[in-house]
């Protein structure tokens, strides 16, 4: 057995909590007649991609967000896929829609990004919405890293004048948190280190570290040396690695949980940690888009 006194930060519990205050924001939205409606397109069969499509759309029907689906032909050319995105576009019971990722080869997922209006963007990766980020006037924040925002203020974690190491660069999850996370603001303040694939001593960047957040994509790939004593251990890796059970697979996080516990004063769990609270953020900004657009104001949580 191990020693683990680390706070456990269950993001099940602040994930649902969000839900709720955003039910009631979606009740005042549809009081006013403003259902909001969050539509998911899904180009191709990846079976990982439709799953997290189904997991969007039963999330939407718990809170009262009405959902629509697109399929778009994996074969089909890209010019099926921006027509389906300008239709959407148009649609005005639609108040966000996501083009799930990844889309198929012979498909420029940025130009896909720039295809889709702004003000529906609510996965938050159009340049637009990027640039008002980074200065510090988002629209909307990219879920994940929302999402590890909210966890640290749930957990009490301070992120004025901490040093945080993001491990990580990608335009999902690293990149948009070092930039949220370093705004003049109550949840920002933070001194960030981002490192990726070419940094140099990963471990001696992340031990020193106040908040580690581990986005890399490997397996376990920070363990318990790489943490300094009281730490915030934030794991945002979701890997599919090899396993003797049924599925003949489980998830694990970035982070060598058990080690990174005896180490870390507060840590996520993979699953239940980051995760939920990716797709509670998602619900989050398709109320806001639905109250920008409908001119209707609601209290966000
Ligand atoms: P990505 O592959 O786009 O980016 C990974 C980043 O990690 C890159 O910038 C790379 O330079 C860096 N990296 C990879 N190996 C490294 C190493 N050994 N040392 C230092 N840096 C390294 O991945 P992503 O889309 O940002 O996702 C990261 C992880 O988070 C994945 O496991 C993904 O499944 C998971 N994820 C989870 C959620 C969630 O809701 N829980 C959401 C998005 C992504």
Do not use: W
Request: net charge negative; charged share 30%; with cysteine.
């Amino acid at each position: 057995m191990t020693d683990i006194d680390a706070e456990i930060i269950d993001g099940n519990a602040v994930a649902s909590e969000i839900r709720d205050d955003l039910t009631d924001a979606i009740e005042t939205l549809a009081d006013a007649g403003a259902r909001p409606g969050l539509a998911t397109v899904l180009m191709g069969d990846d079976p990982a991609s439709e799953t997290y499509v189904n997991m969007k759309q039963r999330d939407c029907e718990e809170v009262g967000i009405e959902s629509y689906h697109v399929d778009v032909d994996g074969d089909a050319p890209a010019e099926e896929l921006y027509d389906e995105i300008a239709t959407l576009n148009e649609d005005d019971d639609v108040h966000g829609y996501i083009v799930q990722a990844p889309v198929p080869d012979h498909v420029d997922y940025r130009e896909v990004i720039r295809r889709v209006d702004p003000a529906k963007d609510v996965d938050g990766f159009h340049p637009e919405n990027v640039g008002r980020l980074v200065a510090g006037d988002a629209r909307f924040r990219p879920c994940t890293p929302h999402g590890v925002q909210k966890l640290l203020e749930a957990a009490g974690v301070e992120t004025e004048g901490a040093d945080v190491t993001i491990v990580g660069r990608s335009d999902i999850v690293g990149k948009p948190l070092a930039n949220l996370l370093i705004q003049k603001a109550d949840d920002g303040n933070a001194t960030v280190t981002v490192c990726h694939s070419r940094t140099e001593d990963l471990a001696e960047k992340t031990r020193s570290a106040d908040v580690v957040v581990a986005a890399a994509g490997a397996p376990e790939l920070v363990d318990g040396s790489m943490i300094g004593e009281g730490a915030v251990v934030i794991d945002v890796g979701v890997n599919r690695v090899d396993a003797d059970n049924e599925k003949g697979y489980e998830l694990v996080g970035d982070v060598e949980f058990e080690s990174a516990a005896e180490k870390a004063s507060a840590i996520t769990p993979v699953p239940g940690g980051v995760g939920p609270m990716t797709r509670a953020m998602l619900l989050y900004n398709t109320v806001k888009a639905a109250s920008l657009q409908e001119g209707v104001d609601v209290e966000l949580p």
